[in-house]
Structures are given as C-alpha cells and as structure tokens.
C-alpha cells in the first residue's frame, strides 16, 4: 500500500473505517484519486481531491443540494474539505456507459431515465451556484485556439473567435434566465445505473458535478447527447432532444440554442483533450476527438451559428476539417 496518500489511515480512522480495505480506481482528468473502501459488508467510496490543484468543496456543496433537491447523488459520510478527503456512499460499479457495452438492448431505455431525470432537475429552482456567463463561456471555447490551434500548426484569428461567439453566444445568454442547475458532465460516464432492472430504467445516480452553475438548460442535453466518450446514434439523439423538448414545455428557440451550446462545448473539448495529451502526457484522449469534432460540424450547420461558422471556414482548413480534427503532435 506504499502508493497510498499520506493521511488516507488516519482520515478512514476518524470516519470510523479503521481497519478498511483501500482498493485504489481509475482516476479521471484530474487530479483527483478515488479509492474502494471495504469493511467487512459495508463499502465507501473515498475521493482525494489535494489541494492546491483540486477542492473538494464545490463537491461537497452540490453533492449536498442534489440530494436536498430529490436528485441521486451520494450521501456524504465524512469530509475532511482542507485534506482534500471525501468518503461517500458507493454507488457500485455500473457506469451507464459500461453497462450499455454489455446491454445494448438498453440503450434506449436508459437514455430515457437519464432525459427525464434533467426534465424533473430542471423543474426545480437553480441551486446556490455561480452563474453560466459569458465570460465562462468565453474561455471555455477559448480552449479551442489555446490549445488545439498550435498543436497543429495554425495561425487562428484569436480576436475573432472572440468575437464570433459573443456575437453567437448574447442571444442564448439573454433567454437563459433564471436558468437551471448545469451539472456540466452530465454523460454516460459521470451516470452510475442503480438497482437490478434491466432494461435500464433502474435509478439513475450522479458523480463528477462540483463544477455546477447555473445557465441554460440545453446544456447538459448536449453533454449527454453528444457525449465525448460513447457514440450516441443521431436517431438516438434527435428521439431524447425531442422528449426533452416535450416534457419541458421548451420555446422556439431552444434547438438553436441546443446547436449553439453543442458548438461551445465541443470546441472546449477538443481544446480540453489537446492540452491533456500536450501538457498531461494523456494522450489517450486524442482517440475521442474525431467523434467531438463531427458532432460540432453538425452542429455548426444551424444558422444560429453563423458568425462561428464563418470563422471555423476562415481559418480552419478544409483538409482538417475533413480529417476530424487532424493530426495533433
């Protein structure tokens, strides 16, 4: 256990898990670690979030509004925030996303769930967190010129880019309002599939949201739907974003600003994954940037887009375009 964080006996310790069984997991594109926690039948999941690079208090603040708000995120058993130290209830191992490899069948189903637990967060008031503005929104997308243009060697106009999604991006801002609770990850990855049904529709519960605010509700849909890491059908994705619409009661708008958010995100993640593979040595996440590069072409064919449209046509050849992404060095 010599790979163990310092501190890690002594917090199980206090939390009265002295004794427990560490079994380390598979982190994430943080810093943070997570740990199995076993005594005799009882299992926790430990997560380490050190700081300076991480704070487990925006963590421990949502997790805590879920779960007053009738959501399904873990209960917290104990915290130490200023270690880094956070011990929750264990939601198992079926990540939707794993569980869909092996029940295709599913996939359908459990899409279903996860739509309709947005519409039911939705409905309630936004929690306590900041807001989805524009300058969030601003240098989320800015990843895109930071990172992936230099990596493949263009010379981006910056300043127009800029000014592109302002220009795209004022309209949704102004409707936005009051807004709803944006998770940010909402995917298959960060769902975890409770209880025995299966066809998918069991109880659906949440991980990885301490990066909350408060913005437009076709965001999470895009994170969902256009998922960076699994392959969503666009049958599939045209069938939810209708039942979101539906069940919502959304305006005229929203499919624009559905396209508008589905652009910003994925230009964020295609700037997200370069720096973790220039900066992290994660080069692993170079694999997934084709399938986030297609769906913000489809994505840039919505007229709401137009401005950033006419900058990705401007200054991103096409033999790239049509590479997905192109070579990244």
Not at 206 to 213: G, N, S, T, V
Not at 247 to 273: M, T, W
Request: proline residues 7%.
């Amino acid at each position: 256990m010599t790979d163990l964080p310092d501190g890690i006996e002594k917090f199980l310790d206090a939390a009265g898990w002295a004794g427990a069984d560490i079994a380390p997991l598979a982190g994430d594109a943080s810093f943070r670690r997570y740990f199995r926690i076993v005594k005799g039948a009882e299992r926790a999941m430990l997560m380490f979030a050190p700081p300076p690079e991480e704070d487990p208090a925006p963590f421990l603040q949502v997790a805590k509004w879920l779960s007053a708000n009738g959501q399904r995120g873990p209960q917290i058993i104990a915290e130490d925030a200023a270690a880094g130290w956070v011990l929750t209830e264990d939601f198992g191992n079926d990540r939707m996303r794993d569980w869909l490899d092996s029940n295709p069948q599913g996939e359908e189903n459990a899409y279903t769930a996860a739509i309709d637990a947005l519409v039911s967060l939705h409905r309630r008031d936004p929690g306590p967190f900041g807001p989805y503005d524009m300058p969030t929104y601003q240098r989320e997308a800015r990843l895109f010129t930071e990172w992936y243009c230099p990596a493949v060697g263009l010379q981006a106009d910056v300043d127009g880019f800029d000014t592109a999604w302002e220009e795209t991006l004022a309209p949704l801002i102004a409707r936005q309002s009051p807004g709803v609770t944006v998770l940010r990850d909402y995917h298959a990855e960060n769902i975890m599939l409770l209880g025995p049904a299966p066809d998918g529709s069991a109880e659906q519960g949440l991980i990885d949201f301490q990066d909350a605010l408060v913005g437009h509700p076709a965001y999470d849909l895009v994170s969902l739907l256009q998922d960076a890491r699994r392959e969503v059908p666009v049958d599939l994705e045209a069938k939810m974003l209708d039942r979101y619409v539906r069940a919502s009661g959304a305006d005229e708008y929203f499919h624009a600003d559905y396209a508008v958010l589905g652009a910003q995100r994925n230009a964020k993640i295609v700037g997200i994954f370069t720096r973790l593979h220039k900066r992290d040595g994660k080069s692993r996440y170079l694999d997934f940037i084709p399938r986030v590069w297609d769906a913000m072409e489809r994505d840039l064919k919505h007229p709401a887009l137009a401005p950033v449209a006419a900058w990705f046509n401007a200054n991103i050849p096409a033999i790239t375009r049509e590479s997905s992404g192109g070579t990244i060095a």
